[in-house]
């Protein structure tokens, strides 16, 4: 694993401030960060006039890293409050950064919400949770966050995924692995690229997980669009038991490989870790929750670009476990 490798941009200090100002004032207005039409229809408004300099910085992914860091933001430690012991306890707690990063959400794309998932908020906040340790989820703390696509049991899954620190005290890292840095024979890509392995619901879905309207889909790992490869990647919740062991295997390689090209992202406050959920997955390294008012906190944003074409188009045909993800803005 390596460290310090992602591409940094660099918030001018006046961007910030807008950015700060302006989620504030949507924010007095919305009484809330919670979903709603009134708060939805402000930051929509409010993303299109942020200055072309915010636009730039919030371009899309342009390196084969497939992520970058964005640098800069306001976080006042004192005006924080305490972490809050698991999203539940979260509320409103560090209301106006869930509206920077909806802001900047918005410029990227389209976010979206799952009704299942934290109340149904645009914004997760991923602290870890007492009694859930070894969970693979944003929840857990004490066992490694193995490398995953975010919410990859699903084809309207994000193709972005924007973490933003509030704080970070112990450094722990996020790890990310590019696939366009991975090397795989061709024999592998092809195999890895059959619709073989079904990937189910992870534990922060709970509703879908007793789906019973029709059989896990199987789906591929890899993808070579017009874009180049892309991969759909969930070891712990991918059915391996349905593959031949000859497949098996070249999915353990794929393993070793995005274990081999990880590198670890230790997110200070200010800081937004923007990756491509097509090429890069994504995870954290296990350490101690504290359960102080100290831990570490994240902001999350799922981003969906209209458009884009990193997908096969067999997907639109999966039921997605009776799940349904919600965009932030329509028309
Ligand atoms: O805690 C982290 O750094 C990443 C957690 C994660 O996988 C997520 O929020 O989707
Ligand atoms: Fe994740």
């Not at 409010?46 to 300099?53: D, F, K």
């Not at 789906?219 to 391996?240: I, N, Q, W």
């Not at 098996?248 to 200070?268: G, I, K």
């Amino acid at each position: 694993m390596t460290t310090g490798a992602a591409p940094v941009r660099q918030l001018d200090p006046a961007d910030a401030t807008e950015l700060r100002r302006t989620a504030e004032k949507i924010l007095a207005a919305a009484g809330t960060s919670a979903a709603s039409p009134h708060l939805l229809a402000r930051v929509a408004k409010s993303a299109a006039e942020l200055p072309g300099t915010v636009r730039h910085q919030l371009r899309p992914v342009d390196t084969d890293d497939g992520l970058f860091v964005l640098r800069g933001l306001h976080v006042d430690d004192s005006a924080l409050g305490p972490t809050p012991a698991g999203w539940a306890a979260a509320g409103d707690g560090g209301a106006v950064h869930d509206v920077v990063l909806l802001l900047l959400a918005t410029v990227m794309g389209n976010p979206i919400a799952w009704e299942g998932q934290q109340d149904g908020r645009f914004v997760h906040n991923i602290v870890p949770a007492p009694g859930r340790e070894t969970e693979q989820t944003g929840a857990g703390s004490s066992v490694l966050l193995s490398p995953h696509t975010e919410d990859a049991f699903h084809p309207g899954r994000a193709h972005l995924l924007m973490l933003s620190c509030m704080r970070n005290p112990d450094r722990i890292a996020t790890t990310a692995s590019g696939i366009r840095r991975v090397r795989l024979d061709e024999a592998d890509i092809e195999l890895l690229s059959r619709p073989v392995l079904p990937i189910l619901p992870d534990d922060a879905y709970t509703e879908a997980r007793n789906f019973d309207g029709g059989p896990p889909p199987p789906v591929p790992t890899l993808f070579r669009s017009d874009d180049g490869l892309t991969l759909r990647f969930d070891p712990a919740y991918t059915v391996l038991d349905a593959a031949s062991p000859a497949h098996r295997a070249a999915y353990e390689r794929l393993e070793h490989e995005l274990a081999r090209v990880s590198c670890a992202v230790r997110l200070a406050p200010g800081e937004v870790l923007v990756v491509d959920n097509d090429l890069v997955v994504h995870g954290r390294v296990p350490f101690r929750a504290r359960y102080d008012g100290t831990d570490r906190w994240l902001k999350r944003a799922s981003v969906r670009v209209p458009a884009r074409r990193t997908r096969p188009l067999s997907e639109a045909s999966e039921h997605g476990y009776g799940q349904a993800a919600v965009e932030a803005h329509t028309g």
